[in-house]
C-alpha cells in the first residue's frame, strides 16, 4: 500500500460531487482508474430506471488464480455532499464545511482503488476480481436493484465495503424489509346530526394500530407505523383515513408472520366499523444472513487477521446493497470502513481506518486466490 496514493485518492474522490442520481463525474473516474489497471469496464444501461445521470461501474480483471470475487461500493452520497473540502485534524478526515464529509461511501472506494494499485502493480496471485460502485444507494438502492439480475452466477462472494463498525467489522445478517401503505374507507356523515349514518376511517384506524404488535417484537424482527393521514373537518365523520408502515426480520418466516398479523389486524378493524381497507405491501428487499461458519465468513476472519486488524460480528437494522445484490447473484456481505457520524455534518474517519480497510481488501483479495 502507498499510503499517500491512498489519501490523495480518498481526497480527489471526496472532492469530486456526487449527489444521488448525479455521480457520472464519479463514475468516469473510477471507470478512468480501473481501466489504467487493466480492467474491461462497462457502465451499465440503468439510467432509466434509477434517473441517474450514469449508470452502475461494472469492471473486470481475470485473475492469475482460480477463484472469483467481486468488491463492491457505491458512487453517491447524501446530501449536502457538493463542494466538500477534506481537512485533516489529529490522523482524521471531517469535512471543512456545511457539507457530509462523504467517506460514505468514498472510504471504500478508495481502499478498493489502492489495494488493486498494489495488488497489480506487486504481481501478486489474485482471483477473478469483479468491481461494482453503485448510483443511488442512497434512494433506497436504486442502483444495486437495476443490476442485471444475472450479473452474477449464485457463487460469487461479493464484498460490500460500506458499513460503519471497524474495519475487521463483518455484518452477518441484514434484515428482509416490506413497506405497508393501507388506505381505509368509511363513510362521511355529519358528525352532529347523523353520525350514525356515518363509518369512521379514523376509528378503523386506530383500532387497527391499538392491535398491532409494534417496535421491537424479538432480538431480530421490528415493526412501525409511521404515518397516519385522514379526514375532512371536525364536523364530518372520517371517510378516509391512510396508514403507511413497515416490517423487517431477519429471518424470512417471521417478517411474513407478522406482515399476515398486520394485515389481518387492518382488515379486522375495517370488518368492525363498517368500512373498507385496501393494504398494499411491497417488499423493499430480502434479507441476508451469514452463519458464522459459512466457508465465505471463516475467509474474511483469516483475511482480518492477516491484515492485522480483529474480526467482530455484528448483524444490522436496515438494508444495504448487499441485500439487493443477493438477488443479483452474488453472496454479498457488507463490512465495516470506519465511518462515523455518517449522513452528518460531523461525518468524519480516520486515516488508520482508511488504511486498515485499504490491508483488509488486499488480504481478502489474497485469502481468496485458492
Ligand atoms: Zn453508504
Excluded at 391499538?210 to 375532512?232: F, H, K, P, Q, Y
Aim: charged letters at 25%; aromatic letters at 6%; one cysteine or more.
Amino acid at each position: 500500500m502507498d499510503t499517500t496514493r491512498l489519501l490523495d485518492t480518498f481526497f480527489e474522490l471526496v472532492r469530486i460531487d456526487s449527489p444521488s442520481r448525479h455521480e457520472a463525474e464519479m463514475a468516469a473516474y473510477c471507470k478512468g482508474r480501473l481501466e489504467d489497471l487493466g480492467f474491461a469496464v462497462r457502465i451499465d444501461d440503468t439510467k432509466e430506471s434509477t434517473g441517474s445521470d450514469t449508470g452502475n461501474v461494472i469492471a473486470h480483471l481475470p485473475g492469475t488464480a482460480p477463484g472469483h470475487i467481486a468488491l463492491s461500493a457505491h458512487m453517491d452520497c447524501v446530501s449536502p455532499c457538493c463542494g466538500v473540502e477534506p481537512i485533516v485534524e489529529g490522523g482524521v478526515v471531517r469535512s471543512a464545511g456545511d457539507t457530509v464529509l462523504g467517506a460514505d461511501d468514498k472510504a471504500g472506494i478508495a481502499a478498493i482503488l489502492e489495494a488493486l494499485e498494489t495488488v497489480v502493480a506487486d504481481g501478486r496471485s489474485r482471483p477473478d476480481i469483479t468491481v461494482v460502485l453503485t448510483v443511488c444507494e442512497e434512494l433506497s438502492l436504486l442502483g444495486a436493484g437495476a443490476l442485471d439480475p444475472d450479473l452474477f452466477d449464485g457463487t460469487v462472494p461479493c464484498f460490500v465495503f460500506d458499513a460503519d463498525g471497524a474495519p475487521g467489522s463483518i455484518v452477518l445478517g441484514a434484515p428482509y424489509h416490506y413497506t405497508l401503505n393501507a388506505a381505509f374507507t368509511g363513510k362521511a356523515a355529519h358528525a352532529g346530526v347523523e353520525p350514525e349514518c356515518g363509518a369512521s376511517a379514523i376509528q378503523m384506524a386506530a383500532a387497527a394500530v391499538s392491535a398491532m404488535e409494534l417496535g421491537r417484537l424479538d432480538e431480530c424482527t421490528t415493526a412501525n407505523i409511521g404515518m397516519v393521514e385522514g379526514g375532512r373537518e371536525v364536523n364530518i365523520v372520517p371517510d378516509r383515513c391512510t396508514l403507511s408502515g413497515e416490517c423487517r426480520s431477519l429471518y424470512e418466516d417471521r417478517v411474513n408472520a407478522q406482515r399476515d398479523r398486520m394485515t389481518e389486524a387492518l382488515a379486522d378493524a375495517a370488518d368492525r366499523f363498517g368500512g373498507s381497507v385496501d393494504i398494499d405491501w411491497r417488499e423493499d428487499y430480502p434479507g441476508v444472513l451469514f452463519d458464522e461458519a459459512d466457508p465465505i465468513v471463516e475467509k474474511l476472519f483469516s483475511a482480518a487477521r492477516a491484515a492485522g486488524l480483529e474480526p467482530r460480528t455484528t448483524v444490522s437494522g436496515g438494508g444495504a446493497d448487499a441485500n439487493l445484490l443477493g438477488t443479483k447473484g452474488a453472496k454479498a456481505v457488507t463490512l465495516g470502513i470506519g465511518m462515523t457520524a455518517f449522513h452528518s455534518f460531523d461525518e468524519h474517519i480516520a486515516i488508520a481506518d482508511i488504511e486498515g480497510t485499504e490491508r483488509f481488501v488486499e488480504a481478502i483479495i489474497a485469502e481468496f486466490a485458492d
